[in-house]
Nanobody, 119 residues
Framework: QVQLVESGGGLVQAGGSLRLSCAAS????????MGWFRQAPGKERESVAA????????YYADFVKGRFTISRDNAKNTVYLQMNSLKPEDTAVYYC????????????WGQGTQVTVSS
């Protein structure tokens, strides 16, 4: 198992930036592919970004391309989501998730961090 703790959420004005962090427990962080998801009230959870074990391959949802950047620092057991040009529709609880690279499902989830973007 791996324990995930998100941080960095908060209130920001439209057009502003936030950097989310997800700290993972243990010494095997590099064994996991990581992803960021978000869920707004009354809406379905959606994938935001993902990154492979080494950080050499990334995925972004269309609605964040060009604005968000996912990265990881395996030495620090941390994955990041740099969010720029934030929009009110980005308001959601953002979750960090982990999966073994050999698995399809994300099996480990953080508690979430609230991101609120005001107009």
């Amino acid at each position: 198992q791996v324990q995930l703790v998100e941080s960095g959420g908060g209130l920001v004005q439209a057009g502003g930036s936030l950097r989310l962090s997800c700290a993972a427990s243990g010494r095997t962080f590099s064994s996991y592919a990581m992803g960021w998801f978000r869920q707004a009230p009354g809406k379905e959870r959606e994938s935001v970004a993902a990154i492979n074990r080494s950080g050499s391959n990334t995925y972004y949802a269309d609605f964040v391309k060009g604005r968000f950047t996912i990265s990881r620092d395996n030495a620090k057991n941390t994955v990041y989501l740099q969010m720029n040009s934030l929009k009110p529709e980005d308001t959601a609880v953002y979750y960090c998730a982990a999966r073994r690279s050999t698995q399809y499902d994300y099996n480990y989830w953080g508690q979430g961090t609230q991101v609120t973007v005001s107009s």
